[in-house]
């Protein structure tokens, strides 16, 4: 009777572990084919779509493909009571640090290009290379001295004031504009990753104003200015400089037909600073090679158009034609103090809209 019994218990206890075997293997099969699934979904995340030579990876601290329109830092617009800049959305965590002035404001870096199917799809072609451009200002005194194509020479320095009727468009570096250099007046609109494929993009709604999301250009048409400053390039590096041109080109006129009445400043992309921007892993194609071509092509874009264009790039670049490293945090966006020269050097160029239209005439 007892051997009948340690049999039974044996064969249970065999049961048992066969059953936990089998349980353990299905456990096991289903964790892998989870985290195999899970696996081919993070590289989707990255695959296609980015332009040739573009380089987007999950590592590098920027934005990613399709990430910009979901993103909640649009704001810092509508700035029209210029007494208060503290008003912007979800971009409070970047208040002025209490440090010295050349402390670097939080890295945002916004310089992945979106290549989601709302940017018109621009040439997928490698940039275009160019030597530095260096343009040569002139003396503006009189109407008949000013050649749209050329720098706006510098003049007397205004008072804030007369920024009032002012509205600067942007990016992340108009952001930190907005929030370092001083500058209160005026009007600021921007966005992090903003770029000229979106900026009149019924798809890229991202500029809050009083509770209402806008594009770009829509934010603009809500009232009448007397002058808008355009700075956009450096999220669009990733592409051909020619595309580029073109949808920036199409860009001034849009403004232009919601603007008539102001005077339209081009500026020039500022330097970066290649080595900073390698070492904080910033994509490949954040150049200053790169950053040049563009700079051709708004010179290009300023004359055909004819608008003001403002070389603000000359501020920044250095002997050797970087952006000085202590003047960067990330090799893209400014210090402090870098940002106040960039609202210094708007202070005393500026071109009376008599001058302009009689220009334009």
């Given at each position: 009777?007892?051997?009948?019994?340690?049999?039974?218990?044996?064969?249970?206890?065999?049961?048992?572990?066969?059953?936990?075997?089998?349980?353990?293997?299905?456990?096991?099969?289903?964790?892998?084919?989870?985290?195999?699934?899970?696996?081919?979904?993070?590289?989707?995340?990255?695959?296609?779509?980015?332009?040739?030579g573009a380089y987007?990876?999950?590592?590098?601290?920027?934005e990613t493909a399709g990430d910009t329109a979901?993103?909640?830092?649009?704001?810092?617009v509508d700035t029209s009571d210029t007494s208060n800049t503290s008003d912007t959305s979800d971009a409070a965590d970047t208040a002025v640090p209490d440090t010295a002035e050349d402390t670097a404001p939080p890295e945002t870096a916004d310089?992945?290009?979106?290549?989601?199917?709302?940017?018109?799809?621009?040439?997928?072609?490698?940039?275009d290379t160019a030597k530095p451009v260096h343009v040569e200002p002139i003396d503006t005194t009189g109407a008949e001295n000013y050649v749209f194509g050329t720098a706006l020479g510098e003049g007397a320095?205004?008072?804030?004031?007369?920024?009032?009727d002012a509205v600067f468009l942007g990016d992340s570096r108009t952001e930190g504009l907005m929030l370092y250099s001083g500058l209160t007046h005026g009007d600021f609109l921007w966005h992090r990753g903003m770029s000229v494929f979106h900026a009149d993009s019924a798809k890229y709604r991202v500029i809050e104003v009083e509770g209402e999301k806008y594009t770009l250009m829509e934010a603009l048409?809500?009232?009448?200015?007397?002058?808008?400053?355009?700075?956009?390039?450096?999220?669009?590096?990733?592409?051909?400089?020619?595309?580029?041109?073109?949808?920036?080109?199409?860009?001034?006129?849009?403004?232009?037909?919601?603007?008539?009445?102001?005077?339209?400043?081009?500026?020039?992309?500022?330097?970066?600073n290649d080595a900073k921007a390698r070492e904080k892993k910033l994509a490949a194609y954040i150049t200053n090679e790169?950053?040049?071509?563009?700079?051709?092509?708004?010179?290009?874009?300023?004359?055909?158009?004819?608008?003001?264009?403002?070389?603000?790039?000359?501020l920044y670049r250095g002997e050797d034609g970087q952006l000085p490293a202590d003047m960067t945090?990330?090799?893209?966006?400014?210090?402090?103090?870098?940002?106040?020269?960039?609202?210094?050097?708007?202070?005393?160029?500026?071109?009376?809209?008599e001058t302009y239209f009689a220009l334009c005439a």
């Open positions: 009777m007892r051997e009948e019994e340690s049999r039974k218990r044996a064969l249970r206890a065999r049961a048992m572990i066969v059953c936990a075997v089998v349980t353990l293997a299905v456990v096991c099969g289903a964790l892998a084919a989870y985290g195999g699934l899970a696996l081919l979904d993070a590289r989707a995340d990255h695959d296609g779509g980015a332009p040739s987007t990876g999950s590592d590098s601290g920027l979901a993103e909640d830092t649009a704001g810092a310089t992945a290009p979106d290549t989601s199917e709302d940017t018109a799809a621009p040439d997928t072609a490698p940039p320095t205004v008072e804030d004031s007369a920024f009032d048409a809500r009232k009448k200015y007397g002058a808008v400053y355009l700075m956009l390039g450096i999220n669009e590096l990733g592409y051909a400089s020619s595309s580029y041109e073109k949808t920036l080109a199409a860009l001034v006129d849009r403004i232009r037909q919601i603007q008539p009445e102001a005077v339209i400043y081009l500026q020039t992309l500022m330097p970066v790169n950053v040049e071509a563009f700079n051709q092509a708004i010179v290009r874009v300023a004359k055909e158009k004819r608008v003001v264009l403002l070389d603000t790039a000359s945090a990330d090799g893209v966006h400014f210090t402090v103090r870098g940002y106040g020269k960039w609202a210094d050097y708007l202070r005393c160029h500026v071109m009376e809209k």
